[in-house]
């Protein structure tokens, strides 16, 4: 089974122009038009079976609306052979953080998504930890933008250094960096965090990387703790999937990255 970890769609009434303005501010363009039917499409002809679906809480009061989206995306695609799965999503000033995470829990979402960026707060922030604490208490996976947001170039607020900080003052389990451990901090990655107790994905990393580099995050970070993944609709599937397999890994180490680690990580959920 091939999972991508990292995926965004979007409602239809927002989903053109969501996807302008976020190519207009990051000088890109999609590689599909971010809605349910273009990634399902993208997937049958990549050749992947589930695709993490993963929202971000730009409002306190947006929770509601989108873990109810994301519920209803996920008892839509049970027992599918093509599958959505969405996480869900809270937002670092919530006034009740921890009422929240139990209801994304109990609405059997398998975890969140952070983006220090899009949430204007920085990764280390005591809100960001204490949400990270408590998600781990749950049983939660926690997926975070790390590194350099190309629409936000000049501030970034998930830094290596504040990522090592959470890490040796909150100790979360089951943490996704996602892009590789930091987008475009790799040497302090590799430096810092690869072989840490930490998922890192690939999304949005091919191409943006050298080979080498991957590479040398991958021997020390080892295979077990990597997730393929493509950030679509901002990198295409089945490019993604091309670069990865031409890297010659051994197959038990693909077949990890490809889906065994995600299976794993999920348990049940998948």
């Known amino acids: 089974m091939t999972v991508d970890f990292h995926t965004h769609i979007f409602p239809p009434k927002i989903a053109a122009r969501t996807i302008e303005k976020l190519e207009n501010i990051a000088h ?10 273009s990634l399902l499409r993208s997937m ?20 509601e609306t989108v873990n109810c989206f994301a519920q209803q995306m996920n008892e839509k695609y049970r027992g599918q052979p093509l599958r959505l799965l969405s996480f869900g999503g809270i937002h670092p000033d919530a006034a009740d953080y921890k009422g929240e995470l139990r209801a994304i829990r109990d609405m059997g979402l398998p975890g969140i998504k952070l983006h220090p ?26 997926v975070i933008h790390a590194g350099v947001d190309i629409g936000f170039p000049d501030n970034v607020r998930c ?19 996602a892009h590789y451990g930091a987008f475009g901090l790799w040497e302090e990655v590799e430096e810092m965090l690869a072989g840490e107790d930490v998922y890192f994905d690939t999304a949005y990393t091919f191409g943006f990387m050298e080979d080498e580099m991957f590479l040398k995050i ?12 493509t950030d679509s609709p901002w990198s295409g599937q089945r490019e993604s999937l091309s670069h990865l397999r031409s890297m010659k890994l051994s197959q038990e180490v693909l077949d990890a990255i490809l ?10 959920m998948a």
């Not at 993490?52 to 929770?63: A, G, M, S, W």
């Not at 250094?161 to 003052?169: A, E, G, L």
């Not at 889906?259 to 049940?268: I, K, M, P, V």
């Open 28 to 37: 890109v363009k999609a590689f599909t038009d971010g809605m349910e039917g």
């Open 44 to 63: 049958e002809k990549a050749g992947v079976d589930v695709s993490i679906v993963l929202p971000v809480v730009t409002k306190p009061e947006q929770f």
């Open 117 to 142: 960026d899009y949430q204007d707060t920085y990764f280390d922030d005591l809100k960001y930890m204490r949400i990270l604490d408590y998600a781990t208490e749950l049983g939660l996976i926690s």
């Open 159 to 177: 830094t290596v250094p504040r990522i090592r900080k959470v890490i040796d003052q909150v100790k979360p389990q089951k943490m996704v960096l």
């Open 218 to 229: 991958l021997q020390k970070h080892g295979g077990s703790k990597i997730l393929f993944a």
């Open 259 to 268: 889906g065994g680690n995600a299976l794993r990580l999920l348990g049940g």
